[in-house]
Structures are given as C-alpha cells and as structure tokens.
C-alpha cells in the first residue's frame, strides 16, 4: 500500500484516523517517559537559572518538558 497524496491526507476520511492515533498514543500513558528531554534540561540549567524568567514552550505534547521548567521557577 502506497502512502497517501497529499490530498488524501487532508480528507476528513484521514484526518480522523490520524487524531484516533494520537489519543491512544497519549492515553495508554506517557509516551516519552515523566523525565525532561536531556538537552532541554542541559540548556534549562546552562541558560536559565538563576534570575526570575519567563518561557514560552509550545507544542509540550503531555508536559514534561514545561513541568521540568516550572519546577526551576
């Protein structure tokens, strides 16, 4: 089976069947784990400690990365 055209993947038909995916992906529990992306977390102690800072991570997925950095203050 060939992969979809790219106007096959803007079908509704497809895009049910991708967001399907996504929930029991992220429903069976955390798919990377509780633990901050080491390099996140390098960079996190390299750059941002110390004073008071404010951060926008987006795309978070379940937040383990955004936790790590809440937690820093």
């Not at 106007?7 to 049910?16: L, N, Q, V």
């Not at 992306?37 to 383990?64: C, D």
């Amino acid at each position: 089976m060939s992969p979809p055209s790219r106007i096959e993947e803007c079908s509704p038909k497809f895009m049910a069947a991708a967001a399907v995916d996504w929930d029991d992906r992220y429903r069976s529990g955390w798919a990377y784990g509780k633990q901050p992306n080491h390099f996140l977390a390098a960079a996190a102690t390299a750059y941002l400690s110390g004073a008071p800072l404010r951060v926008l991570s987006l795309g978070e997925g379940q937040g383990r990365n955004v936790v790590h950095l809440a937690a820093m203050g």
